[in-house]
């Protein structure tokens, strides 16, 4: 896959895109955008902040949750900038890439990730890069570190979405039988509201509510902005589609359990104290499995990075300098 580095603003960004060295962009960060087509015929976008030279600053290549984009957690950017710089990639059907058809699945998205993180990666020379995830996000960037040891230096997780081996266990059979799509998690994202009249209206319906409970106001207002997009006709609709939120939620990364203790760079995530059970243990297993994992629980629920944004950048510029 060949990556096209876009330097006009996508005319569907409510904010202007500025390229040069001395303007901003989005969230007072200058940005690039960039585009990979995959063999499956549809195109991965994201954002890139500048390179500048001699710059000896890591590199974060970010992964977001289901539903999300790379540009959701601007508030995380903001606070990390000075120190960073940053990558997001958006998958299948978020974000600014295309929609895709039916997706494609956790393993094929991580492969895809994978071939435009090591294009990607060319641009930064020796400079750490470091692969970071939200949720979904978290277990591609899994995939992509064990399928290909020497991408990243270290990885950084934000209560990635791993399920225990007794949950893959029930899931396995269900979703051959195509039973699993009707779980209560994808049936709620089916169901989940998907038009608004502007963008005061998005972050009012939403604002204390379900995922969004505890996001700062600017949080909410990045989702607001850059997890929708206009309408020709005026108002707001989701960049991810409900169908795609719950296909990702109807499936599973295959062979994930097989795949984890294979991991041989340094590996940290942190987990929301009230995120899901399940993660919990999840964690602890992992722990146990690979010497290079470690896992902390700090304040918050699964979306503890929004609630939390420059707690959560002080641990990551922490975990950094280790």
């Not at 954002?47 to 790379?70: A, C, D, M, W």
Request: include cysteine; aromatic fraction near 10%.
């Amino acid at each position: 896959m060949e990556i096209r580095i876009i330097r006009s603003q996508p005319p569907h960004l409510s904010n202007p895109l500025v390229h040069a060295k001395e303007s901003v962009g989005m969230g007072g960060i200058p940005w690039l955008h960039y585009e990979a087509k995959t063999p499956e015929g549809f195109c991965i976008r994201g954002q890139r902040t500048l390179i500048h030279e001699g710059s000896s600053k890591p590199v974060l290549h970010f992964i977001h949750g289901n539903s999300y984009s790379g540009l959701t957690y601007l508030p995380l950017w903001q606070a990390l900038s000075p120190h960073a710089d940053i990558i997001l990639h958006d998958t299948q059907g978020h974000g600014d890439s295309d929609h895709g058809g039916s997706f494609v699945g956790w393993n094929r998205s991580a492969v895809i990730a994978t071939d435009i993180g090591r294009q990607l990666q060319q641009h930064y020379a020796d400079r750490p890069f470091i692969g970071v995830g939200h949720s979904f996000g978290g277990v591609l960037t899994s995939l992509m570190a064990a399928s290909d040891p020497t991408l990243f230096k270290q990885l950084l997780l934000l209560d990635p979405i791993v399920f225990t081996p007794g949950m893959l266990r029930w899931m396995q059979p269900l979703q051959w039988i195509r039973l699993y799509s009707h779980n209560p998690i994808a049936k709620k994202a089916r169901k989940r509201r998907n038009e608004w009249v502007s963008i005061t209206d998005v972050m009012n319906s939403l604002r204390g509510r379900g995922m969004f409970r505890g996001w700062t106001e600017e949080a909410l207002r990045a989702y607001a902005e850059y997890a929708t997009e206009p309408l020709a006709q005026g108002g707001r609709r989701l960049k991810c589609a409900p169908e795609r939120e719950a296909e990702i939620f109807s499936s599973y990364a295959r062979g994930l359990w097989s795949t984890l203790p294979r991991i041989e760079v340094p590996t940290h995530a942190w987990i929301g104290e009230r995120s899901y059970p399940f993660v919990h243990q999840s964690m602890a297993r992992w722990q146990q499995q690979n010497p290079h994992f470690s896992y902390t629980p700090v304040p918050g629920g699964h979306c503890f990075m929004l609630e939390h944004p420059e707690e959560t950048a002080q641990r990551l510029f922490a975990a950094l300098k280790t």
